[in-house]
């Protein structure tokens, strides 16, 4: 914000030439270089709080006849005033005699917690017509940050010194490291967290968890108030917290956030952060942080969940939000009436004849497993066997779990011939992935994977189904006067071939950048709008409205129709808008809406992956010396730079019959991947090799 000085009454009593003068509130950048440590307090003319005041001069006529001067002084309160003038000229330096004069002048400003009012005074006003000068207040604190609040920041954030060397980035799923480095960026995210929820005045989530990374990582994301991603808008802040190097820049940064985002730090209006871990051991430790970091905001109360999975933490900030109840108990009640209720309006003779009860679910040693022992029990007519559940004693996600499985294509630990004809999954660290897979009759560890392409498109196809049934004319009075819009949202990284297919179903097909916050926010946009990412990670989204509709017609269809065709399809959708998990992609909602949609079908699992036949691809991972130099177009499907790159990729797709091919910046490690399709196996894996050369030229290390 800028206010011209001459706004401000006081100032131009004093300062006969304000008419050039501009104050600027604010600005982030400073004009000339640093200058006070301290901090002011709130102006009573402005309700701003200057904290470190930055004067710039640039007088364009005779320099040497001015004197500048730069007062404080503290204003309404009349309690123990400072208002020592200040000579910049002789005390700091500030330069005389040249063309620009400019230097770095500190405010005698004592009584911090006081209001103040900075004021400029000047004398040999015939020669400064042309004054131009500038106050810059930078991080002026804090509209609502008290001396206590301040205080707080600054004894909690000096036991957590950010780790050295380290540039810390919020990436597609929050913060990730080797968790020995982390409890500071937990503890900001503590803050972030309590801001977030001061600022939206909703319940928040943070949840600590590296996902399918290795057991010595750990991480951290927010959820925000709708149980999606924390907003995009507010990562930049993210990482500038993480990466502030002591707890005077955060105390500014967090002044400034909170000044800019009109966040109230009084403590008048209580907010709530739930936490949550997975199954890491650092988990207990960095919630401690977590804990810390939310205890230093006046007003903000941490609720420990315990052990939960990703998508629990999620559905949880999501229910009470929307003023649902939303314990552990309530979740697993709800997926499990919701399946239950499926399964009840499943075709008569589908279930009995075709669908074997049985399904083995690898729990990648993670919470998943030991979540999904609970939730079985609470389950009929399927028999659920964890393995991997971490009560073995085997190591999260080492040579287990969905992310394992699905790059590898092999059976993880523990599975083998013992499992051919048997339904498996894989649920990745924290369940937020889902993979299914077939052990075939050969003696190889391969698997047939049944990835995130195909539970997609066993959902669209269940969903359009339903659809068109509530859509049949029916002879009754219910008039359908709803036209629903579902659209199908996949990233580059979706194999061609389930592309094709749900085109060929009739559905519209739209793709986003790689990470679920993209995916999430384009399905929002539809009725029902269902997407994944072809690593298993995914859910269906239903508009309030639709939502609203589909209520009203399955009430209405019960009092003319009862237990018609069209009103069973309005309840399987009401059922599977309960069932999914409607926040973020979970794979514990997700396991039990495909059994269910199976049971429904009457299909196994080898007619399920008979829907199409996958292209086949190929994924590998390039070091180089930059990764942001790739910048993408197109859904990460064109390289915009570096110039030449995008050409030459074409060249080699070229050669490949059915060839697909693009590299893009990894969000979560520091590489470029490439991906190839093509009509076989080794053209898919020719090309990728040769993309991959092309990227070491362009970038890799021998190309500086
Ligand atoms: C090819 C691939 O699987 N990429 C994954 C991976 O992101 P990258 O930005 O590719 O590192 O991790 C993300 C977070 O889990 C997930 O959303 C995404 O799909």
């Not at 500048?68 to 208002?83: D, N, P, Q």
């Not at 039990?592 to 829907?611: D, P, Q």
């Amino acid at each position: 914000m800028k206010i011209t000085v001459n706004k401000l009454q006081k100032l131009t009593k004093v300062c006969p030439v304000a008419q050039n003068t501009t104050r600027n509130w604010g600005a982030s950048e400073p004009l000339a270089g640093r200058i006070s440590q301290r901090q002011g307090s709130r102006s009573s003319e402005t309700g701003q709080y200057p904290a470190r005041v930055t004067l710039s001069a640039e007088a364009a006529t005779d320099p040497n006849s001015k004197t500048v001067m730069l007062a404080g002084r503290g204003a309404s309160t009349g309690r123990g005033t400072s208002t020592a003038p200040f000579m910049p000229g002789a005390s700091t330096g500030f330069g005389a005699g040249l063309g620009l004069v400019s230097g770095l002048v500190s405010l005698p400003f004592h009584h911090e917690s006081r209001p103040i009012t900075v004021f400029l005074t000047w004398s040999g006003s015939s020669h400064f017509q042309s004054l131009y000068c500038r106050v810059l207040c930078r991080n002026f604190l804090l509209t609502a940050m008290n001396e206590d609040q301040r205080s707080l920041f600054l004894s909690s954030s000096s036991h957590f010194p950010p780790p050295q060397g380290v540039k810390l980035s919020y990436g597609t799923s929050g913060f990730r490291a080797d968790a020995s480095i982390l409890q500071s960026t937990v503890y900001r995210v503590g803050i972030l967290a309590a801001l977030r929820a001061l600022k939206t005045q909703s319940v928040i989530g943070l949840m600590i968890t590296a996902s399918h990374n290795k057991v010595s990582d750990n991480g951290v994301k927010v959820a925000d108030p709708s149980g999606g991603m924390l907003s995009q808008d507010w990562e930049p802040f993210a990482d500038t917290l993480a990466n502030a190097h002591d707890p005077q820049h955060l105390v500014e940064l967090i002044a400034e956030f909170v000044q800019n985002e009109n966040i109230t730090l009084d403590g008048t209006k209580p907010v709530e952060i739930l936490l949550a871990r997975d199954t890491r051991p650092s988990g207990e430790f960095l919630l401690e942080a977590a804990k810390q970091g939310i205890g230093s905001i006046i007003g903000a109360v941490a609720l420990d969940m315990g052990i939960l999975t990703t998508p629990q933490l999620h559905w949880m900030v999501r229910a009470r939000n929307g003023g649902v109840k939303a314990s552990e108990t309530d979740y697993f009640k709800q997926l499990s009436s919701s399946f239950r209720c499926l399964v009840d309006l499943s075709p008569s003779g589908t279930y009995a004849n075709n669908v074997d009860d049985k399904l083995v679910v690898d729990g990648a040693n993670g919470v998943g497993g030991e979540k999904l022992e609970i939730l079985k029990t609470m389950l009929n007519g399927l028999a659920i066997e964890v393995r991997n559940s971490g009560k073995e004693g085997g190591v999260l996600n080492e040579g287990v779990g969905a992310d394992y499985v699905q790059k590898e294509k092999v059976v993880p630990f523990s599975f083998g011939s013992q499992d051919v004809g048997i339904r498996c999954s894989s649920l990745d660290g924290d369940a937020d992935r889902l993979v299914y897979f077939i052990v075939p009759s050969t003696s190889s560890n391969k698997i047939e994977l049944v990835d995130g392409d195909k539970i997609l498109s066993l959902f669209a196809i269940f969903i359009t189904e339903q659809l068109s049934i509530l859509n049949k004319e029916i002879d009754v009075k219910a008039k359908n006067d709803y036209q629903c819009q579902l659209g199908i949202v996949q990233t580059a990284y979706a194999n061609g071939a389930s592309t094709d297919y749900l085109k060929q179903l009739g559905l519209e097909v739209t793709f986003t950048p790689t990470g679920v916050k993209y995916l999430h926010e384009k399905a929002a946009e539809y009725d029902i709008g269902i997407y994944f990412e072809a690593n298993g990670h995914g859910t269906i989204l239903f508009s309030e409205q639709f939502l609203c509709w589909l209520k009203a017609r399955t009430t209405e269809l019960s009092d003319v129709a009862k237990g018609s065709e069209q009103h069973k399809a309005a309840l399987r959708l009401l059922a599977v808008s309960e069932l999914i998990n409607q926040a973020v992609g979970d794979a514990l909602s997700g396991v039990l809406l495909v059994e269910a949609i199976l049971k429904h079908m009457g299909w196994s699992i080898e007619r399920w992956n008979e829907i199409y036949e996958d292209l086949p691809s190929r994924q590998l991972k390039v070091k180089v010396v930059d990764r942001s130099a790739v910048v993408t177009a197109n859904a990460e499907t064109v390289a915009v730079t570096p110039p030449g790159i995008q050409e030459a990729i074409n060249s080699e797709t070229a050669k490949h019959p059915r060839g697909r091919c693009f590299i893009r910046p990894s969000g979560t490690e520091d590489v470029i991947r490439v991906y190839a399709e093509a009509s076989s196996q080794d053209a898919a894996d020719n090309l990728a090799q040769s993309v991959a050369k092309l990227v070491d030229q362009f970038l890799g290390f021998g190309s500086s």
